[in-house]
């Protein structure tokens, strides 16, 4: 049962010789295959080439040679273009896409030995926080296949949630890493804005995109960032810092750690049960040394304002590039180029890309752009002063990373503002560029939430070593969906 | 603030997008109600406070040197494109 095993172990368990990376490979590919028609959590499935790159990681492993993640077998978002491998983004305008080369993550990650076993379902162009918007159809909770894995990661969540696979990458523009992470009850991580290179990342909002990673665990989050982060000459925000070993930090004690509950996110539209789920996780960081106080940060109930205006209007500029001409769909028999772009562009997005690329036009056309997005603008560089603020007095901030559990499938895609506001939780962290990661802390009836921690520029090792503590006192972490033991 | 039907497909013009006549009045509704939602900022007191125009502050976009670094790899680009004759990307005639 090789599936029951974190990353961290099947990595070790691949050195000791007591698998083989081909008999990694296919076992998970057997189980993708299998949950597929149920949960659809992936769009293409690269069976053969990742055999192939199997039997040349077990010659390496042989020789004693290959990665940190020699052998392993992930999966990445179908937003990270990889070479040769259709990369559609969960959009019908990318159907056809073929990458003509790896983003950086995938190269990096593919270097440090691990395996891709196909791409992943999302979100179309990751607007969405339900995976509901998909052009491939809707990605299920492992946990209750009539409720939502959360999204725009929805794929990532669910094939990791369901142990299809050790790993996978995702990427977070206004919580899309951390909101399925706790909808589907495992770990997620957004780092730092700059620190893992956006390049060959489809964008969508390039101030607040960012890629990270799901796993099983602190540890394994640990082990998959430190490859995956670093500068990168090729994406222009890339900061260029060393990368600290997130993994030698993980068992630092947490004795003296001052930790900020943000008294703004234990609102009236968080849950009841959830709220009580996240006392309970403080109470256990407070029994291993942390100190817990509550912590103000005014502007941020204005988090989905601001978002609402900036994310459409970077969204509307980066999505101008699909014009039906260089790649991506293009209409039946234009009659000219306007009707070239107007129907190859009406016919290859969805409802919900559509109303952002239309909202983003409207914020930042003629007579609006100062009343909207420098407004808007304005009122993030407020909410990044009170993060600095807070970090001041504490080390880390606490809070719930979404208002409830997951919801039905079906139950919030009649109205854009509902689906809007699940995000409320998780935006500020990417309005301000902190890292931010989520970590599974108890059920509100047979479905899992999550706790979120936020740190300071760069304190990735910071909160990863908080959540891997609280994953050494709880067992959150290693439940999963019984459907798929 | 409710949108009319004219400033939604004046919109759609500007994003070159093509709606069905149907989609038009759910568009007006929820962007409408968008806009309400993003109305909100106007009670923020930002007086003084300089638009916020990178998530890290302080850090400077790099910019590279002017140099040719790229190859020609046009047939493995255009491989993705819909339509293509002779290296060139072909479109609707333009010019009569």
């Known amino acids: 049962m090789v599936h029951r095993n974190s990353l961290t172990e099947l990595a070790a368990g691949l050195r000791a010789k007591t698998f083989s990376s081909v008999e990694l490979v296919r076992a998970f590919l057997q189980r993708i295959e299998a949950a597929q028609p149920v949960l659809n959590a992936f769009i293409s499935i690269t069976a053969e080439q990742a055999l192939a790159a199997a039997a040349a990681a077990d010659r390496e492993l042989a020789a004693g040679r290959g990665g940190p993640l020699a052998g392993v077998p992930i999966a990445h978002k179908d937003l990270f273009c990889t070479a040769g491998v259709r990369t559609t983004c969960g959009s019908r305008m990318l159907d056809n896409f073929v990458s003509p080369y790896d983003a950086t993550v995938v190269a990096k990650l593919k270097a440090a030995g691990a395996i891709n076993l196909g791409k992943l379902n999302m979100d179309e162009f990751a607007m969405g926080s339900s995976n509901e918007t998909s052009w491939f159809g809707p990605v299920r909770n492992p946990w209750n296949t009539d409720f939502v894995p959360g999204g725009s990661s929805g794929g990532s969540a669910a094939a990791v949630a369901a142990r299809l696979i050790p790993a996978a990458t995702a990427t977070d523009t206004g919580g899309s890493i951390r909101q399925p992470a706790a909808l589907c009850g495992i770990t997620g991580i957004k780092p730092t804005y700059g620190r893992v290179s956006r390049y060959g990342m489809i964008a969508f909002a390039s101030s607040l995109d960012q890629g990270g990673v799901l796993t099983t665990s602190a540890a394994d989050a640990a082990l998959m960032l430190r490859e995956m982060a670093g500068f990168d000459a090729n994406d222009s925000t890339s900061v260029d810092a060393p990368v600290p070993d997130y993994v030698a930090e993980l068992d630092a004690p947490l004795a003296g750690v001052r930790i900020g509950l943000i008294k703004e996110f234990v609102d009236e539209g968080l849950d009841r049960e959830n709220e009580l789920r996240i006392r309970d996780a403080l109470k256990v960081l407070e029994r291993l040394g942390a100190s817990l106080r509550e912590v103000s940060l005014p502007n941020l109930p204005r988090s989905v304002p601001v978002y609402y205006v900036v994310a459409p209007a970077e969204c509307s500029s980066n999505l101008a590039r699909y014009d039906g001409v260089r790649f991506g769909h293009r209409c039946q028999e234009p009659r000219d180029l306007q009707d070239l772009y107007r129907r190859s562009r009406g016919e290859g997005f969805g409802a919900e890309v559509k109303r952002r690329v239309m909202t983003g036009t409207y914020v930042l056309s003629a007579g609006y752009y100062d009343a909207y997005y420098l407004k808007a603008q304005r009122v993030r560089q407020l909410i990044a002063a009170d993060f600095k603020r807070a970090f001041g007095e504490v080390d880390v901030l606490v809070g719930p990373t979404s208002p409830t559990a997951a919801f039905r499938l079906g139950a919030k895609t009649a109205d854009p503002i509902t689906m809007y506001l699940n995000d409320i939780y998780t935006i500020g962290a990417n309005l301000a560029g902190l890292p931010a990661l989520s970590v599974p802390c108890g059920f509100v009836g047979d479905l899992p939430v999550g706790l979120q921690v936020v740190g300071p520029h760069f304190a990735e090792g910071r909160i990863l070593n908080v959540a891997h503590r609280y994953q050494r006192e709880t067992d959150w972490h290693r439940r999963s969906p019984e459907r798929f033991a | ?96």
């Open chain 2, 1 to 96: 603030m409710a949108l009319t039907r004219a400033q939604i497909e004046s919109i759609a013009q500007l994003a070159r997008l093509e709606l069905e006549p149907a989609e038009i009045p759910v568009y007006q509704e929820s962007l409408s109600r968008i806009i309400d939602l993003v109305g909100e900022l106007d009670r923020a007191d930002t007086a003084g406070v300089t638009p916020m125009a990178h998530p890290l502050p302080g850090l400077r976009q790099r910019l590279r040197a002017d140099e040719v670094t790229e190859q020609d790899r046009h047939e493995l680009y255009q491989a993705n494109a819909p339509q293509v004759a002779a290296g060139l990307y072909l479109v609707p005639k333009v010019i009569e």
